[in-house]
């Protein structure tokens, strides 16, 4: 057992170590040119203009969640992706849908803290919180 959890254990930090030097290589995190572009090459020709209009059109910190979700690499990508450019890119606006009847209003990111204390609090507890 020792051995396993040594390896495992060696694994994870083989990973920080990563994305340690991803994050120093590149610490504002957005995207370099070289990187868009590698993932834009991919896109069918029909799709890559317009695709490249809404790139010009959002933040840069949002647009390689936004390629990732383009290129159907992730699922939750694309919501994160959906639900930003819904509220025109401001993650703040996200936590604080409003937008009910939206299919994805489970799925979205960036929830409130107080709704997490909501479902895992008492409702007699919660009520007397305020």
């Avoid at 868009?36 to 799709?47: E, I, M, S």
């Avoid at 025109?88 to 604080?96: I, P």
Wanted: with cysteine; net charge positive; aromatic share 4%.
């Amino acid at each position: 057992m020792e051995a396993t959890e040594q390896i495992e254990r060696a694994g994870r930090q083989g990973s920080l170590a990563k994305a340690r030097r991803a994050r120093r290589r590149n610490p504002s995190g957005v995207m370099t040119d070289g990187s868009a572009q590698n993932r834009l090459a991919k896109l069918d020709p029909a799709r890559r203009a317009s695709v490249e209009k809404r790139l010009a059109q959002m933040p840069p910190t949002c647009r390689n969640n936004y390629l990732k979700a383009v290129a159907g690499k992730s699922p939750a990508a694309g919501i994160k992706a959906f639900c930003m450019e819904c509220v025109c890119w401001d993650r703040g606006e996200v936590a604080g849908c409003t937008s009910l009847a939206c299919p994805l209003y489970a799925y979205r990111p960036f929830k409130l803290a107080v709704e997490k204390e909501r479902r895992t609090c008492p409702p007699g507890i919660c009520a007397a919180r305020g």
